[in-house]
């Protein structure tokens, strides 16, 4: 079980997603709208899982599916608006879009192996 009261630091962060720290901290600025960290005692950014979640998504939009951040930021936006919008008993829309591409991932790699197969 996800313990949503946990709260993670930067370096946290960058090793579970495979990021630089930097770029965390500038996707953390780009993105102000959808990530909000509480400030630590000492001064540092503690992340939520949530915030961990948009970090993938915007991985996810930027890496793999091409998206510039502005065009990420539209997306996210969208995912917000229609999360917002559904039944708080159905699956979140964003979970739902990490999940279809994790899925096209896999198609991917399935289609490649076939063809090594094949070959």
């Given at each position: ?14 090793r ?38 948009i ?8 890496h793999?599916e ?16 229609v ?8 699956v ?28």
């Amino acid at each position: 079980m996800i313990n949503t009261d946990k709260r993670y630091r930067i370096g946290d962060v960058a090793r579970s997603l495979e990021l630089k720290v930097h770029v965390v901290r500038y996707w953390e600025t780009e993105f102000k709208n959808f990530i909000h960290p509480q400030k630590s005692s000492g001064g540092h950014n503690l992340y939520s899982t949530k915030d961990i979640d948009i970090f993938t998504s915007i991985k996810k939009l930027l890496h793999s599916e091409g998206y510039n951040i502005t065009g990420a930021k539209k997306k996210l936006k969208e995912l917000q608006t229609v999360a917002n919008d559904s039944n708080s008993k159905t699956v979140p829309r964003e979970l739902l879009f990490i999940i279809r591409e994790e899925l096209n991932d896999i198609r991917k790699d399935l289609k490649k192996l076939n063809n090594d197969i094949i070959k």
